[in-house]
């Protein structure tokens, strides 16, 4: 099992639409959750960042972080065709041989003008 | 302020040469951090430095090492090239180390192709 699962899509959505997208994890000592967005042929963006549980809201971007459950989300509300890309959803933890950052497979996002 | 940047953005190498990829992080930055990425694989991390010291080091064979220099720019540099190190290489800087939970930045990446 991997510690961390994310389904690589591709999802399809027309504009204007509210997008979810999702990972689990197995590991419960994840600290730092991030969302990038990877352009084709680009380097990764970071999106959104989030330490421990809860929410966070940035423009059309909002992450939810469900610590009981081992289960983040990125919601893009109001959906443009310049958002098709890759998110990739990365976790972050230390442990007693140094720290880890382990990345989702990512989900390829199209959206539909 | 000027972002990741890393050198080169293309190359070819032959099976068996060895190639160094070339990073310098955001001023200011002095960790950089190096990750592979495959369509196979996904984003995986091969080795952090911070303050010229290698501090976190991923599950990559010896033939991958690296280097940071008092300006934290780093280097990275692969020997005896195989096929399947084909991939792009991506450098990220952040202000402080990972352990800190400082967040990351990347460049745009090095494609190497392995022929």
Not at chain 1, 27 to 56: C, D, H, I, V
Not at chain 2, 44 to 70: A, D, H, I, V
Not at chain 2, 96 to 115: A, K, R
Request: proline share 4%; glycine share 10%; with cysteine.
């Amino acid at each position: 099992q991997k510690e961390v699962e994310q389904d690589p899509g591709p999802l399809s959505v027309p504009e204007g639409a509210i997008v979810s997208l999702n990972c689990t994890y197995s590991n419960s000592a994840f600290q730092y959750f991030m969302w990038y967005r990877q352009y084709s042929r680009k380097g990764p963006e970071l999106l959104m960042y989030t330490y421990s549980s809860g929410n966070k809201e940035d423009g059309r971007f909002t992450a939810q972080v469900d610590k009981s459950s081992k289960y983040i989300s990125l919601f893009i509300r109001d959906s443009q065709p310049s958002d098709s890309a890759t998110y990739l959803c990365a976790m972050s933890a230390g442990w007693t041989g140094g720290f880890k950052t382990i990345f989702g497979a990512g989900t390829r996002l199209f959206v539909k003008a | 302020k000027a972002g990741v940047t890393q050198t080169p953005r293309y190359l070819i190498k032959t099976r068996g040469q060895q190639v160094t990829l070339s990073c310098s992080p955001i001023s200011g930055h002095r960790s950089v951090s190096w990750y592979q990425q495959t369509p196979g694989q996904g984003l995986q991390f091969l080795f952090e430095y911070f303050s010229e010291t290698q501090r976190n080091k991923g599950n990559f064979p010896g033939r991958f090492s690296g280097r940071q220099f008092s300006n934290s720019r780093s280097e990275m540099n692969v020997s005896t090239l195989e096929l399947g190190d084909s991939a792009l290489y991506l450098c990220a800087s952040s202000l402080g180390q990972l352990s800190s939970g400082n967040t990351i930045y990347f460049g745009e990446g090095s494609w190497l192709t392995v022929v």
